[in-house]
């Protein structure tokens, strides 16, 4: 007999989505270290993206832009555009690889971070709103990457440790019974 949970992965990332939109909204404003600020949208883009495979992974990274775009005084769709590559890119790999791989998922998620903030720092150095390339870069860009990977961490530790599985099998589970049942027998006749 086999049992589908399909609602699993949903319910997580709309809870993640949910975090993700309340702390970019309340708390990024409001926090500036060295320049950089923290970007939940990136990290809910780059959740998704490696939990759940590309297709989600654009889809988030669109919606999530859009939303970075719209509040916070930046030209719209520069984000947007950035964050649906980075989706795309993150998850194009393999599906729930943050499950399964958490360190290759940090540093994929490191190199996506370094390319978004770079690429939009020379972005908006290109469209005005930046006057001083090195301050863009190193100033505001190094401090962002580095907050950007530091608050991911535990996002992705917790979603690494959440029982997301599709399937359940009680034929799995049965079998792993009986095979505890037999060591143990094997266990006593060996002694």
């Given at each position: ?9 949903r ?70 555009l950035?964050l ?50 090195l ?33 359940f ?23």
């Open positions: 007999m086999e049992v589908r949970d399909k609602y699993t992965i319910h997580t990332v709309a809870i993640l989505s949910v975090v993700c939109v309340v702390l970019q909204l309340g708390l990024t404003p409001q926090i500036s270290i060295g320049g950089g600020t923290i970007n939940f949208m990136l990290i809910l883009t780059g959740s998704v993206a490696l939990l759940c495979g590309s297709r989600a992974g654009c889809v988030a990274g669109f919606l999530a832009g859009a939303l970075y775009d719209f509040t916070m005084p930046v030209p719209a769709g520069l984000m947007m950035a649906t590559v980075t989706g795309f890119v993150l998850g194009s790999g393999e599906r729930n690889r943050l499950q399964e791989q958490l360190d290759v998922s940090v540093k994929l998620f490191a190199i996506a971070c370094c390319a978004v903030n770079v690429l939009y720092a020379i972005a908006l150095l290109l469209l005005g709103a930046q006057h001083d390339i301050m863009a870069i190193f100033g505001h860009g190094l401090a962002s990457i580095v907050l950007d990977v530091l608050v991911a961490l535990p996002f992705f530790y917790v979603l690494a440790r959440a029982d997301v599985s599709q399937t099998s009680r034929s799995n589970s049965l079998r792993s019974v009986n095979t505890r049942r037999t060591a143990g027998k094997r266990y006593r006749k060996l002694h």
